[in-house]
């Protein structure tokens, strides 16, 4: 028996009403119920941080988060990180510039991690940036142009 209820959530600046079952994730109502895939699913165990998203501005793990829980709250997906002209995101735009990433699988969390890394004072070396980013796994390997990018990053958005 299904045990549907409508929610209504607030993404990236849009209010959007979906009809979900109350165990649906908010990784998944992103993925499969508003097609916004940007936002991945690296393990569904809150282990890998692919599915990083920001509820309130603040990182959280969509894998581990109820759809029903982020009601009423502002979630911002990496697709909606860049400016109204399309613009990349500083964090974004140091990405491409310093080859932060490989496959790209990681890399939405990757980048959703950074902003909220930097926006909560976690950038001040390169020893902090690696603490506090330690849970986005990658398994490319791009840890040290990751590093570099974030530490770049934080200079032009301070
Ligand atoms: S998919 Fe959420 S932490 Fe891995
Ligand atoms: S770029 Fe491939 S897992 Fe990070």
């Given at each position: 028996m299904t045990n549907r209820t409508t929610?209504?959530?607030e993404i990236n600046g849009q209010t959007q009403a979906l009809e979900v079952e109350p165990?649906?994730?908010l990784l998944d109502a992103l993925r499969d119920h508003l097609q916004l895939t940007g936002t991945k699913k690296g393990c569904d165990q809150g282990q890998c941080g692919a599915c990083t998203v920001h509820?309130?501005?603040e990182r959280v793990l969509s894998c581990l988060t109820l759809a029903a829980q982020a009601e009423g709250r502002k979630i911002t997906t990496v697709e909606g990180l860049?400016?109204?002209g399309g613009e990349l995101h500083p964090v974004q735009a140091a990405f491409l510039e310093h080859d932060a990433f490989q496959c790209g699988y990681c890399t939405p969390g990757?980048?959703?991690s950074a902003v909220a890394c930097i926006?909560?004072?976690h950038a001040g070396s390169d020893d902090e940036i690696r603490e506090y980013m330690s849970g986005n796994l990658c398994r490319c390997?791009?840890?040290p142009h990751?590093?570099?990018a974030i530490r770049e990053a934080a200079k032009v958005m301070s």
């Open positions: 929610i209504q959530l165990r649906v994730t509820v309130d501005g860049s400016g109204p990757q980048i959703m926006r909560e004072g390997g791009a840890y990751i590093v570099e």
